[in-house]
C-alpha cells in the first residue's frame, strides 16, 4: 500500500529525523527502535510498510534537508553515517518539499495546499495520503462563532476571516481526501467544522501534542499513586529544552498552550488536580535535547508526608520520530478500513488527546492494541464508507 506521508514542517528537526529515520529503515542501515508498531503486538498486515512510505511537505525554512540532517548529525541528533550513505534518497525527498504557502486570502492558501497533496498523490501513484503536522506549537485556539458549522467557516474564510495556519491544514487535507495527524498542541482539527468536514470527505484524523518525555513518565505515575490511593499533595516540574521547538515556545501564548497540553493528564488520571505547574524555559545551549525535572509531593498512610523526584533527559527528535512513522502507518490502515472522524483509539501517541478517553498508559495501550486487531479483522465497528485518498 502506497502511502504518501506529507510532513507540515518538512525542514524541521522531528520532520528530518522522521525522514531518514524512514530511509535508514528501508535500507536496512537502522533497527525500529521506538517504533511502536514494530512490537510484535502490532506489527500488522494492516498497517503500510515502512518501505512503501513516500515523503514530501511543507515549510518556510529553505535550507536543505541534507544539510539539516548533517547539522542534527553535528548536533548528535543522527549518526553522521546515515546522512552520508542516505545523501541521494534524500535529495530525492528534496524534489517533493513544497514552500508552504503564505499571505493573500486564507482560502486560497487552503487551495494550494490541497493543489499539492492531490499532485503529489497523482506523482506518485499512491493509495492513501496522511498529512503529519509537525510544525512549531501555535497559540492556544481562539475558537469563533464562525468554525462551529462548515456552511459558516467557508462564508468566514470567504470574506477573510482568520483560521489558524494547523486548521488550515487540516481543511485543506480533508478537502483532498487525505487523513491528518496533528503531534502539536495546536489547534489543528478540533474546531467543529472542520470535524463536520472529515466526515463529509470520509477521513479519519487524530492528534494532539505527541507523548515523548516528561508526559509519557507522567501517565505511568500518575495512575500509580491513584491505585495504591496515595493522595498527591502536589507535582510541579521544569522543562528545559533548546532547539528550533524550544526557541519558539519561548513565547508566552505558545508557551501557555504547551504547559495546559502537558497538565491534562493529571486531572484526567487523578480524579483532582494537585497543586503545581509546569514551567517550560528555552535553553539555547542544550540544541534539539531536553531535561525535565518533576518533584512530586504526597501523603500515605496516616498523613504520612513524602516525596517523589525524577529528571528525564532525552533528544525530542529521536523521540519524535518514531512515533511520527506509526502515526502515519496506524492513521492510512484506518483510512483504508473506513474509519472516519477522530481516532480516539491513538490516545497512546498523545498528551491531550481527542474525546473522553482513558489517560493512564496502561489503558491507552490496552485500546491501541485492541483498534490493532479490529484493523486486522477489516473495517471496524460504527465505520462509514471511506472516501478513496
Known sequence: MRTGVWLVGGRGSVAVTSTVGAL????????????????????????????????????????????????????????????????????????????????????????????DLTRFRERHRLDRVVVVNVSSTEPAPDVRPAHADLAALDAALATGSPLPASSAYAYAAFTAGCSFVDFTPSTGARLPALAELAHRAGVPYAGHDGKTGETLVKSVLAPMFAMRNLRVRSWSGTNLLGGGDGANLAEPAANAAKSASKQRVLGETLGYVPQGTTRIEYVDDIGDFK?????????????????????????????????????????????????????????FFFKDPLGEVPHALAEQWATLRAFVRELDGGPTSGAADAVPA
Do not use: Y
Not at 32 to 58: I, M, Q, R
Not at 85 to 104: D, N, Q, S
Open 291 to 347: 531535561t525535565a525535572w518533576d518533584l512530586i509531593t504526597f501523603s500515605g498512610f496516616l498523613g504520612t508526608p513524602m516525596r517523589m523526584e525524577f529528571t528525564w533527559h532525552g533528544c525530542d527528535s529521536s523521540l519524535a520520530a518514531p512515533l511520527v512513522l506509526d502515526l502515519a502507518r496506524l492513521t492510512t490502515a484506518a483510512h483504508r478500513a473506513g474509519r472516519v472522524g477522530p481516532l480516539t483509539e491513538l490516545a
Open 24 to 115: 535508514a529503515l528501508r535500507a536496512g542501515l537502522a533497527e525500529p527502535t521506538g517504533c511502536v508498531t514494530e512490537v510484535p503486538a502490532l506489527n500488522s498486515p494492516a498497517l503500510p510498510a515502512l518501505a512503501d512510505l513516500v515523503f514530501g511537505g511543507h515549510d518556510v525554512a529553505t535550507t536543505p534537508l541534507v544539510k539539516k540532517a548533517e547539522a542534527l548529525a553535528e548536533a548528535g541528533v543522527l549518526p553522521a553515517r546515515l546522512v552520508t550513505a542516505l545523501a541521494e534518497e534524500l535529495g530525492a525527498v528534496e524534489a517533493e518539499l513544497r514552500p508552504a504557502p503564505t499571505g493573500g486570502p486564507q482560502a486560497a492558501v487552503v487551495e494550494a495546499v490541497a493543489a
